[in-house]
Every structure is written in structure tokens, then in C-alpha cells.
């Protein structure tokens, strides 16, 4: 069992940045592959980013890729999301989710451990 939490979502102007924290609990975070998500109303969930278990191996949705990094730092049970030259589209519940995986996984549906989400803002 695995439980997410996610931080650091708030409103921030076009052209900004925001770096999202999601901490795991238990002593496995290592044996998972994470993943970040997000759906804004009326959308469906949407893939943003994900990372492999090590943090060597990436996979980004086409929308984000080069202005979002994913990272994960499992010695502190986290993985990250840095958000850069954010625009309104990014505006969105942010999810990170925890699969037991060896590589990247993108498919939601793949995914068994899901935290709550952490709104992000942008405003033009």
C-alpha cells in the first residue's frame, strides 16, 4: 500500500514556474514507477510526465516537454515536478501517481495508487 500527497500547486502568471512535491509513504518508494497527471474541467485525465524507478529513464506528454522536468529523490520518498514557462492551458488538478513498475508508465489506467491532487493556476 502506498499513500501520495501532493504540494506545492497554487495561481501563478503566465511565464512562471511552479514545482510540485508528491511524498509516498512506506519503505518500497523505490520499487515504484510515478507518474504525473492532471485534469482540468470538463477534460478528461490527461499523461503529463513519468519517471522509471531508478529516475534514469523518462517520459513526458508532448504539451510539456521542455518546459517540465520530472525528478524523484528516493532517498526522501518524493518525486517532483518542476513546471517552467507555465501557460493558462497547464491550468489543472495535478495528480501523481505510483505503479509497481520496472519502466515508465504513461497509461492512467495502469496506475494503482493515485494522492488527491494539488490545483495549479495559470492566469494570462
Known amino acids: 500500500q502506498v499513500q501520495l500527497v501532493e504540494s506545492g500547486g497554487g495561481l501563478v502568471q503566465a511565464g512562471g514556474s511552479l514545482r510540485l512535491s508528491c511524498a509516498a509513504s512506506?519503505?518500497?518508494?523505490?520499487?515504484?514507477?510515478m507518474g504525473w497527471f492532471r485534469q482540468a474541467p470538463g477534460k478528461e485525465r490527461e499523461f503529463v510526465a513519468g519517471?522509471?524507478?531508478?529516475?534514469?529513464?523518462?517520459h513526458y506528454a508532448d504539451s510539456v516537454k521542455g518546459r517540465f522536468t520530472i525528478s524523484r529523490d528516493n532517498a526522501k520518498n518524493t518525486v517532483y515536478l518542476q513546471m517552467n514557462s507555465l501557460k493558462p492551458e497547464d491550468t489543472a488538478l495535478y495528480y501523481c501517481?505510483?505503479?509497481?513498475?520496472?519502466?515508465?508508465?504513461?497509461?492512467?489506467?495502469?496506475?494503482?495508487?493515485w494522492g488527491q491532487g494539488t490545483q495549479v493556476t495559470v492566469s494570462s
Open positions: 501517481a505510483a505503479d509497481r513498475a520496472v519502466g515508465v508508465v504513461t497509461s492512467a489506467g495502469s496506475y494503482a495508487y
Open positions: 512506506g519503505r518500497t518508494f523505490s520499487s515504484y514507477a
Open positions: 519517471i522509471n524507478w531508478s529516475g534514469g529513464g523518462t
